[in-house]
């Protein structure tokens, strides 16, 4: 629908490699065809279903593809231009800085080039502002987390401000957010925005109530956060105390089985309270959908009007963590193109 599609967009939660659309994974596949990858690898289809382990050895294919330099700038270059073409005008891409001993990628030269191919696209005149998020896998423990800060921290001040801060994702099912706390405590106090992946499934409430007390900036997900999905209200007291914005993913979380139909999606309940709710895709190419797609179906299983719809869309401007005067500009967009 190109109501939709025009709608200017803000997109605050896309993982980079699920973000890897069709055309992008068939260019990958064909500089490495002796990996024997095909295409049902890498994407689920409509009305296909996978568990939440199933979509992460799904990761594991797209990063046997996307292992040098060249890789990621193609990579993070179609994403951008992707998204900008569906009407996405502000993008935080979030992405797990890898090493790759054999191609000689490092985790250093891994960011630099997502900053390289936000640079190039600028300069190409590709409507959209984009920044970056540096993610902590939460698997890979306490000390790569902290390492991960530094670098992140490095960025933040030597980037013209296209880092802005911390993403914690990976397996919600390995580790534990306690291992984590000292290096997120650190990436608070030295100014990174933190969004953090809390309750995807059922057994993380601890978890979430300990690092609710950071407090983070955003949440990824929280499908399990609210009493009506098995939550508390406890915890949505913290949430809503801190006013903290929740990123929404709908066929994420069908796709994924953590939410069993459209309509029993936790964003109604967010969303009925009032609580700042963003809709976003998390793995565009992953799950086969788009953030059009996304609004689309929010308002179709919702009934939400179209002004209801721009008033959403509008309303992510302000959970953005870029500063106040992009949140200006962007006022500014939504003004002059809802007048077009
Ligand atoms: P990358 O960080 O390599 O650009 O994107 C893929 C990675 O993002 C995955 O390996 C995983 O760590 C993280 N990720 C993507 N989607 C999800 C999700 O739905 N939940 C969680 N917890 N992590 C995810």
Known sequence: DVFYRELPKVELHAHLNGSVSCPTIEKLISRKPHLNIGHGMTAIGKGQRR????????????????????????????????FAADGVKYLELRSTPREEKHTGLTKK????TVIKAIKQCKSEGVDIDVRFLVAIDRRNGTEVAM????????????SDGLVLGLDLSGDPTVGHGKDLLPALQKAKNCGLKLSL?????????????LLLDLPPDRIGHGTFLHPAMGGSQGLVDKVVKHNIPLELCLTSNVKGQTVARYSDHHFKHWYQMGHPSVI???????????????????????????????????DAIDCIFAPDTVKQQLKQKWIYLQGN
């Open 109 to 112: 030269s891994y960011i630099e």
């Open 280 to 314: 976003c895709t998390d793995d565009k190419g992953v799950f086969s959908t788009d953030l059009s797609q996304e609004y689309q179906l929010a308002a179709s299983t919702f009934d939400l009007s179209r002004e209801a719809v721009w008033k959403l869309s509008h």
């Open 147 to 158: 390492e991960t800060v530094k670098l992140a921290e490095d960025f933040m001040l030597s």
């Open 197 to 209: 992946h809390l309750s995807e499934v059922p057994s993380q409430l601890e978890e979430s109530d």
């Open 51 to 82: 568990t939440l382990d199933e979509c992460f050895q799904v990761f594991k294919v797209i990063h046997q593809l996307v292992d040098t330099e060249e890789d990621i700038l193609m990579v993070a270059t179609d994403v951008i231009k992707e």
